[in-house]
């Protein structure tokens, strides 16, 4: 039995971050995994309401009583690019330490988990370099500004499966926009956010960035149920993210929520096949198949359809899963024994369902103790099996045929989701009328992935509410003021002189 390294010397307990010092939790231990072995490397303590509550009171007063709201762009832009420098300046050691929570891929950690995180800060220091105001004069002699205030203390809930790409941006837009934040990482994967935050204590003042640890329904809930949080940005799963607005519907805090997706892959007899297949694999495989915007429903039209799942699964076979500090490693475990188990019953469930297993399904013996699967594929009876309505968020992809257009546009938006589509043709009114008939928030042409920062990110549907993205950050870190003010002073109608 092969026993997989940990990437790095794991603390052995992860304790809380307030006012730029360790807090040590008051609640109980929870012990943290690595993905790769299986094994219990170390614990985390806790943080419960009265934690979170000593993390939101650092941070309400470093709102109220210091300069930080009111920074100039030109300090507030320095800032952000020291953040930015920092993560750069340890690269290695935060990648590793998000390899030790989730089980990524070491190399793409370093490719692009850590490199996003840094960028996210540069991004937002360049958009509040431009960002612009505005001013309107009227006929009766005023002059009405509108002001973007920062929205004073947010909560920031970040998931697992990429820790650091996904909370920087939520931290870098709270800052960049004047606030200040408690972020919670999931209890599954707290050590690079943890040093994160450690790291930046020479760069943020106190009480700016605040950390709690803990589970969901303790820390999470207390955060979110909080009257003294203005705003919350939540990334996870549906069904969290359902309890978390009613917890904060309560207290009328504005939130968004990045959710679960089922996307679409459609696969069009007009696309250039090969880079189709290419774009498929990807699209279902990358991340160890543990994203949002998973293509995890293949759509392919029907005169193309038995040659190309036929080779889809030739790849699959072929793809090297293993350890993730391996360089020729293409997938790595998955993050938690719970999560593989969940995403193993769908492979079990599959002919119960009148489903077909094409590949995979089963957990990797020969790595036993780590949380390892085979890449997976399901021919599917037909959109209405599980595996074509519930997110699996896994390496499984599901498959179904088409014959029309119109077929196409009516199987991929009969789904509860409505994150990403994913069109391939070479047919422009094809491309067009596909992109615009999607009930997603994003549509991807002939491409796999692509993230543009300024543009929004988020779902129709259970796949979310509000956006991820420049503009839609300002809007939502931010309170607008109206401030209407007379030229000169004007005449007044004098009640009570007459
Ligand atoms: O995530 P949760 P889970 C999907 C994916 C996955 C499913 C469940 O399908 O199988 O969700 O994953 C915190 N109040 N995604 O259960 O619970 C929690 O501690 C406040 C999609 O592991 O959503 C963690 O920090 N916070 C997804 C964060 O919420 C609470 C990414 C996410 O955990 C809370 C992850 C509560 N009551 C899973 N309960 C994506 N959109 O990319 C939990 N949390």
New binding site residues.
Partial sequence: MKIFENPIEPPSIVKGWIDNKENHGSGIEVPVFYPGNGKQVSVLVEDTADDVEKAIASARKTFDTTSWAKLSVEKRIEILESCRQVILDNIDELALLECLGTGLILREIKGFHIQRAAYNFRFFAQYISQAHGERYDNTDGYLTLVNREPAGVVGL?????APMA?ATMKIAAAIAFGNCAIL?????TPFSLIKLANLLKDVLPEGVLNLVNG???V???S??SNPGVDRIS????????R??MM?AGKQLTPCTM???GKSANIVFASADYQRALDGALIGIFSNNGQ??LAGSRILVEEKIFDQFVEEFVQRTKKIVVGDPLHNETEIGPIASKQ?ME?ILSFAEGVQKDGDKLLVGGKRLAEQKDGYFIEPTAVMASSNNSRVCQE?I?GPFASFISFKSEEEAISIANDTEFGLVSYVWSDHMPTILNVSESMRSGVVWVNTPMMRELRAPFGGYHNSGVGREGGYSCEQFYTEEKTISIPKTPLNLKKFGDK
Wanted: net charge negative; proline share 8%.
């Fill in positions: 809930i970040a998931p697992w499966n996904l919670k990482p999931s209890e599954q589970r969901g329904p820390t999470g809930s955060l979110v939540f990334t996870g799963g549906t069904v969290t993210g309890q978390v917890d990045e959710l679960g994203q949002c999560h969940r997110e968020f």
